[in-house]
């Protein structure tokens, strides 16, 4: 992510940018930083959340994907160990996805022509510039960049995505990248 107000964002979601692809923005307190999707080739981890699952308070922000990474590497997780170590394309600033920048990604970049899972506050994102408001069955639509639509080489897969921020003791925010529902659910063992 990137708050530098010197730096100039493109405008369309999807163009390549800063070693990824640019993926929006999103506000952390006074500040304004870009969101970039690392390439599924050499951005895509797996691993464990945490080896036995347990309360971490540092990764509480629904939005600050750095914040939440360091605290779960702190606590020992190997995925966000591995969000920290990369370098991709000469940047070493990648985190695993906050909750509200994991819905950009399914927002912005929806790979799939499914209809949406509309339920409670599914897409309800106050960080996102601009804010982002409740899905209906059928918006947001596929994406237009066909880079990742469902079957091409940057396409998010049409599964769960478990973001960096606890929604209890126990559970994670998680997000389905084939209809949109959001949910806490025990991250991957």
Known sequence: MNANPEIQVPETIGTPYEGGHYGGKIRIGLAIFAIVWAPKAEG?????????????????????SMANTRAMAEAGSDIARQALAANIGGHTDWCVPARDVLEMGYRYLK???????????????????????????????????????????????SVWYVSSTQSSEDLAFSQSFGNGYQRGQLPAP
């Open 44 to 64: 895509e981890i797996t691993g464990k959340w945490l080896d036995s699952y347990t309360d971490v308070p540092g990764a509480t922000s629904c939005f600050n």
């Open 111 to 157: 790979p799939t022509t499914q209809e949406n899972y509309c339920s409670f506050r599914d897409g309800d994102n106050a960080s996102s510039i601009p804010a982002g408001y409740l899905y209906t069955e059928a918006s947001p639509v596929q994406t237009t960049v066909e880079a990742f639509q469902s079957g091409n080489a940057e396409a998010f897969d």
